[in-house]
């Protein structure tokens, strides 16, 4: 399974973007999907996920009331919807895919695929 992020850039505080990750490989429906991101000198953290079929989402305390997961099976997609940035949201984020919907799944080690990342930077 190759995962491939873009949408990232610079926006202003307050401003918004919309990240995809588009995969290609095995049926991409069958898979979980999450977004996580890593800021310089920090470790790697949790944002989003989301169930087969969009059942279920799980967000971050930190991003929960201005971040959107979605998926669109049809095109192999899925989406981080990022609004009212902060300078904080300053980050690679990454998408990737699992196998399984078993609680945790902000654990990054729950994941099997990941992309490489693409760089969102909020400036003040």
């Not at 989003?48 to 979605?70: H, L, M, N, P, Q």
């Not at 095109?75 to 609004?83: I, R």
């Not at 904080?88 to 895919?97: G, K, L, Q, R």
Request: hydrophobic content about 35%; proline content about 2%.
């Amino acid at each position: 399974v190759q995962l491939v992020e873009s949408g990232g850039g610079l926006v202003q505080a307050g401003g918004s973007l919309r990240l995809s990750c588009a995969a290609s490989g095995r049926t991409f429906s069958s898979f979980v999907m999450g977004w996580f991101r890593q800021a310089p000198g920090k470790e790697r953290e949790f944002v989003a996920t989301i169930s087969r079929s969009s059942a279920s989402t799980y967000y971050a305390d930190s991003v929960k009331g201005r971040y959107t997961i979605s998926r669109d099976d049809a095109k192999n997609t899925v989406y981080l919807q990022m609004n009212s940035l902060k300078p904080e949201d300053t980050a690679v984020y990454s998408c990737a895919a699992a196998l399984v919907w078993a609680q945790p799944m902000h654990v990054s080690s729950r994941y099997r695929y990941w992309g490489q990342g693409t760089q969102v930077t909020v400036s003040s």
